[in-house]
Structures are given as C-alpha cells and as structure tokens.
C-alpha cells in the first residue's frame, strides 16, 4: 500500500509530472490551470512542489490529484498509466484500506459521543450540586434556624461538601 505509492515517488521526477500537466515553465515556476501568473514552484531536492496561490503542497502524486481535482487513489494510478511505472495498487487493496479508514473514522465518531455524553452527565452533576448548596444556603438564611442546632451545622456541613465535590468537578474540566 504505502510501497506503492513510494514506489512511484521514486521513480517519477516531479518535473516531469509538472510540465505533463502544466506546461513549460515561466521564470521558474508553474502556472495552475486558468491563471495568467504562475503560482507553484517545485523542489526537486526534496521532489515536492507547494501553490502558493491556493497555499498547497506536497509530493508527485499531490501534485496530480491537486491539478486534476481527483484523490491520491486515482492521481496514483493515473501516473502509473502515464508513466509506465508497475507496481500499482490493485483494487482489492484499495477498498480493503478504504473500509479500514472508515472504521477509523467511525470509531472517532463514537469516541467523541461519549466524550459528549461524560460531558453531559459532568455538567448535570455540576448542576444538581449548585442546585444543592443553594437549597442549604437558602435554609440557613431564612432565619428558622436556631444558631446552634443540629440542621445548621448540617447545612453548613453540606454546604463544604458540595463546595469540595465542586472544586473536583471543575478540575476535571482544566
């Protein structure tokens, strides 16, 4: 799969894919499809171009599938068929990676829902203890407490707890 696409890297020249799909260079550089001014400049050293009208760059094969509008799939085979090079992908391989990028893609999904389900539940809980230490706050001022009884030391004490499991709370979220 990866060899593959390393493999036609290797064995066609940036320059050439270049000027099969551009043209003749001007002052260096390469005009995109529709531009008056040229915009890509290669690297051979590195055999890598970058656009810097659409702020784009990458390999041979990105080049490929940048101009022609199409995927590395395709911009890959589309070479190999152009410039002769073997050892293609064949489709099998290509629908085996394709189905293993979506199940990639499908547990990410799955994974940030139940990130938003932890954040649902955490904000709940956060909710309940506000909601808590509000009712204990709110008994403790209105004035049917004697100053010490029982149920206002209670409410002073559920007050620190919801405060201390709130401090916690809010630290997960840091």
Not at 114 to 135: G, N
Not at 141 to 170: K, N, T
Request: proline fraction near 3%; include cysteine.
């Amino acid at each position: 799969m990866r060899e593959d696409f390393e493999s036609v890297k290797a064995q066609v020249d940036i320059k050439n894919i270049a000027t099969y799909l551009l043209g003749k260079p001007c002052q260096g550089m390469y005009r995109f499809p529709g531009e008056r001014t040229p915009s890509i400049k290669l690297y051979p050293s590195t055999n890598s171009f970058y656009d810097f009208g659409r702020g784009t760059g990458g390999d041979c094969v990105r080049l490929w599938s940048h101009v022609k509008g199409c995927d590395s799939w395709t911009a890959l085979r589309e070479i190999a068929s152009v410039f002769g090079v073997s050892a293609v992908l064949n489709e099998t391989d290509r629908k085996n990676i394709v189905a293993k990028i979506k199940a990639q893609e499908t547990a990410k999904r799955a994974q940030e829902q139940a990130e938003k389900r932890k954040r649902k539940q955490w904000l709940k809980e956060v909710e309940r203890l506000q909601e808590w230490r509000q009712l204990c706050q709110n008994l403790l001022d209105s004035g049917h407490l004697l100053p010490f009884c029982d149920v206002r030391s209670w409410c002073y004490s559920e007050i620190q707890m919801a405060d201390y499991q709130l401090d916690i709370l809010c630290k997960i979220l840091d």
